[in-house]
DNA sequence: CAAGGAATTCAACAATCGTTGACCCAATCA
DNA sequence: TGATTGGGTCAACGATTGTTGAATTCCTTG
């Protein structure tokens, strides 16, 4: 029985790594079973299926624990040191590309846009004590991922440059002054 | 010959209006080829393929002559207008909803990232005198396309209501008022 | 060693996908 | 009228998908 959970925590990391950057329907089973390791099979005895392994994925995705140490004051620099380095590390599962690969999804597009507010959303908004401002600065957050592949191919403002940076930050900072 | 224009003409519209909305991927041909009323052979006939399909459906998808008609002064309060307008009539594609669902798809991810820089980015880039003002601006909008569905179902700010049409302001204008 | 249950694999399933070539219908032209 | 061509349908293909139940290996226990 424990040989079992470690081979279940295997399918879920690379289910997690797989799905969230590449999107939930464009990755099969066989190819994250066979990334772990094992047979097709495991996933739907484990997690009841493909929907299944994705929900499990999203257990603790927005890591609210270290969201409750921020205040209004440290939030912007916090995301952008997100922003400035985990986007790029394709093995290292961001939860911008969760959001971005996934919300609009048919099939988990419901669970994705609901584990965002409860997990993200509404933290969020209790600690700026203002709703609007929290999804104004989710907004911008998620525009800017959105938008990084094209401004990297097009020579714009690279990741990982502080142009980059300047401009995370600058469009963080408007979200959270705005003002209805 | 005539005859297979028109026929031609409803595969491309039916095609940009489901691709468009729903994304490249979660759309099969069949369906396609049911809303405009014919058989499926037809696409792989008049577009070669899906992809061919698909790729038709991004001529001039911009309005490239509309975009020219505008101004530093006026292009804030167009993109306000469409983002008021266009967004929650599911049949009528959205330029905003193409670069959402498909910008990030595996098969044409990359035909979208390069009609949306060739046609849409480079001339706003032209026009605003600024790469990083044009990328960021496209990064604003995007944003607020991507999490609109999120705001809209946790009841901030609904499409459609003053309080939104002052979110888009606000985050489009800071895009512009950014400084290097 | 033998037995039994857990862990995993294997093989096959039904469904759906994009694509293709053969076939059919209607309009045109000699 | 009869032949021809463009416009469209039909049926089938190979491939891939998620899922399932039986078979098999592995490991522990008696």
Redesign the interface.
């Known amino acids: 029985m424990r040989k079992a959970d470690a081979t279940r925590e295997r399918l879920l990391t690379e289910g997690r790594k797989l799905m969230w950057m ?2 939930y ?2 990755v099969s089973l066989r190819e994250i079973a066979t990334a772990a390791g094992v047979d097709v099979a495991l996933v739907s005895r484990y997690f009841g299926g493909k929907r299944g392994l994705f929900e499990a994925t999203l257990e603790g995705a927005f890591a609210q624990e270290a969201l409750n140490e921020l205040t209004p004051d440290t939030i912007v620099e916090a995301v952008v040191t997100l922003f400035a380095t985990a986007p790029r590390n394709t093995d290292d599962p961001h939860v911008m590309r969760l ?3 996934n ?4 099939d988990v597009g419901e669970l994705v ?1 609901a584990a ?2 409860e997990q993200f ?1 509404e933290p969020l908004a209790a600690m700026l004590g203002s ?2 401002k929290a ?2 600065f ?7 991922s ?2 990084e ?3 990297h ?2 020579g ?2 690279p990741v990982g440059t502080p ?1 980059y940076e ?2 995370v930050r ?2 963080l900072q ?2 959270l ?2 003002s ?1």
């Open positions: 590449r999107g329907g464009a959001i971005v690969m919300a609009h999804d048919e846009r965002q507010a959303q709703a609007e999804a104004l989710m907004a911008a957050a998620l525009g800017l959105v938008a592949k094209s401004m191919l097009s714009i403002a142009t300047a401009q600058h469009m408007a979200a002054d705005f209805s």
